[in-house]
Every structure is written in C-alpha cells, then in structure tokens.
C-alpha cells in the first residue's frame, strides 16, 4: 500500500514563508496528478494547488503568487513552497494523490 507523507508544516509569523513536502513511500510510484488541499476548523477540505506529472500547475485564487508547487519526479516528492503567509492559510494542509491522502501537516500562522 502507497503511502503519502507531508512534512514541513509549523508556526510561522505572518509574512513568512514555509516550504512543505510530500514524499511516496514506494520509489516506483507514479503519481501522476498530485494535489495540496487544506482544511482550517470549522470548515471544508479545499484545493490549494495542484499539479500533473508533466509539470501542469493549478492555483486556488487566495494563493496565487504566493504559493508555489513543484515536483521532482526522481524523488517521489511535491513541493508547495508557501510565502507571504497569512492568518487565513493557517490550517491542516494534505497531499492526494488519486485516492491516496497523506496524514496532514499543520501550518499555523500566527504572531
């Protein structure tokens, strides 16, 4: 069984910036469409970015020149380099892949 596992997540001041990874467990995984999607308390799972295997890149409009995903498909791995953050990006963020969800790191933005 695949697993998807996030790391980088923390406190961060507002402003600052965070760089999160998702990594597959198994090295001949092909992920193909890989999504970062986040979800504060009290409300719904959301897209934040997403891109495919061949480098195709999604934004959600409340990120949008501030986040960017990547992938280097050597490593398994999908980035979301995170900056000027916000209050309001302050939540569990997920990866997914397919029907395969990572465990959630949690990103707290906060002075």
């Known amino acids: 069984q695949v697993q998807l596992v996030e790391s980088g997540g923390g406190l961060v001041q507002p402003g600052g910036s965070l760089r999160l990874s998702c990594v597959a467990s198994r090295s001949n995984f092909r992920t193909g469409t890989v999504g970062w999607y986040r979800q504060a308390p009290g409300k719904e799972r959301d897209l934040v970015a997403s891109i495919t295997y061949w480098g195709t890149t999604n934004y959600a409009d409340s990120v949008k020149g501030r986040f960017t995903i990547s992938r280097d498909n050597g490593k398994n791995t999908v980035y979301l380099q995170m900056n000027s953050l916000k209050p309001d990006d302050t939540a569990v963020y997920y990866c997914?892949?397919?029907?395969?969800w990572g465990q959630g790191t949690l990103v707290t933005v906060s002075s």
């Open positions: 997914n892949a397919g029907a395969i």
